[in-house]
């Protein structure tokens, strides 16, 4: 473990330096050829840095903020768009911050909740108590409890499990994250999930409600120029089509690459099957949507349960058995075992 944290803190430094470095490139460079190519080494190198980790929680961490979000972010920045790009330059402690993070920037603070009118901001206009998220962590902890009695399970019921283990920790671990941003920094951090058990629909879930870090990174980098590029073949009508299964394509790729890093086992390839098949699904469900009037659709009470089910059949078809077959769960706990002897270590000797 301590081999580990000495280069954890190997990796953040070379990632502020170079975030650094692409700040002040900015300032110099205008938006195109040349800012890429100098940008593009520093790309290069926050795909390479999480080979530098092979714990789960450090490595899965370090990979998904600098080799998913910033790489994207600052590949938005060499074209002049993006979070990253703009007038006036951010100040480099917020370029730093918004690089790496999930962060908004409040226009007026004061005025959080969006327009009425407005659906896809209003999802999740009400923020949860602490005393939710008490009652989410605890759930997470008799989740964990229960491993310990998985092997009474049907393997099934074990992967659905993780599947709401993986969403209640993600949503604790955000909540924290927000938390020191708001009061460290000052700055605000998206809401990364809106109630995804409500989702009326595969584009519900995907574009409003499920991990949404991703989908606001995706949704610049990826699916608006296919869009352009798609409309002027087969017109503004249809060019969403294949800006969505380029999207699920991409999501694929990294998360791939993300179970790569976390494994270092050469990938099946079922994690891109599974976002290939809800591209094909999210594709057909838009093309109906278009073709039937929407007093025609089915209603919430009928449509959240078939997309639940959907998402959930497909996850633990698919997607969730990369966790077992990559053992996240056994070193997971080894990792927890580990830090605690390193915590307990540090105690006595800083008491002795």
């Known amino acids: 473990m301590e ?17 650094g470095y692409c700040h002040a490139t900015a300032k110099l460079l205008n938006p195109g050829p040349a800012r890429f190519l100098a940008i593009a080494p520093v790309v290069l ?38 979070p990253l790009s703009t007038t006036p330059p951010l100040p480099l402690h917020r370029f730093i911050a918004i690089s790496c993070l999930p962060i908004k920037i409040l226009e007026n603070p004061s005025e959080k909740s969006a327009p009425k009118n407005n659906r896809a901001e209003t999802l999740n206009e009400k923020p949860k108590s602490f005393l939710n998220y008490s009652i989410r962590a605890l759930i997470v902890v008799l989740m964990v409890k229960l491993y310990d ?6 393997p099934k019921l074990v992967l659905f499990i993780y599947s709401w283990h993986v969403y209640l920790l993600l949503e604790i671990i955000l909540a924290i994250t927000q938390f ?54 087969i017109g503004r009508m249809w060019a ?21 890093y976390l494994g270092r086992m050469r990938p099946n390839w079922e994690i891109t099957w599974f976002f290939v098949i809800h591209g094909i699904a999210l594709t057909v469900e838009i093309m109906m949507k278009k073709m039937l009037p929407e007093k025609r659709r089915l209603p ?42 390193f915590v307990k270590k540090v105690a006595f000797s800083l008491v002795g």
């Open 45 to 82: 190198i926050f795909f390479l840095l999480p080979l530098q980790l092979t714990s789960i929680h450090f490595g899965g961490a370090t990979c998904f903020f600098v080799t998913w979000l910033a790489t994207f972010k600052l590949l938005l920045l060499t074209a002049g768009d993006g």
């Open 300 to 341: 919430a009470k009928v449509s959240v349960p078939v997309t639940l089910v959907f998402i959930f059949s497909t996850a633990i078809w698919l997607f969730f058995p990369q966790f077992v077959r990559l053992r996240l769960d056994v070193r997971a706990f080894e990792e927890y075992a580990a830090l605690a002897n």
């Open 240 to 260: 969403p089509l294949p800006g969505v299964m380029a999207t699920f394509l991409v999501s694929a790729m990294m998360h791939e690459l993300i179970f790569y």
């Open 149 to 154: 009695y998985s092997h009474f399970f049907h």
């Open 3 to 19: 081999a580990e944290i000495i280069n954890l803190t190997k990796v953040w430094l070379t990632v502020f330096i170079s975030l």
């Open 180 to 233: 020191f941003g708001r009061n460290l920094l000052g700055i605000e951090l998206e809401p990364q999930f809106r109630d995804p058990y409500y989702s009326t629909s595969l584009q519900d879930f995907w574009g409003r409600r499920w991990n949404l870090m991703a989908t606001n990174i995706l949704q610049p980098a990826v699916y608006k120029p296919t869009v352009k590029i798609a409309a002027r073949v």
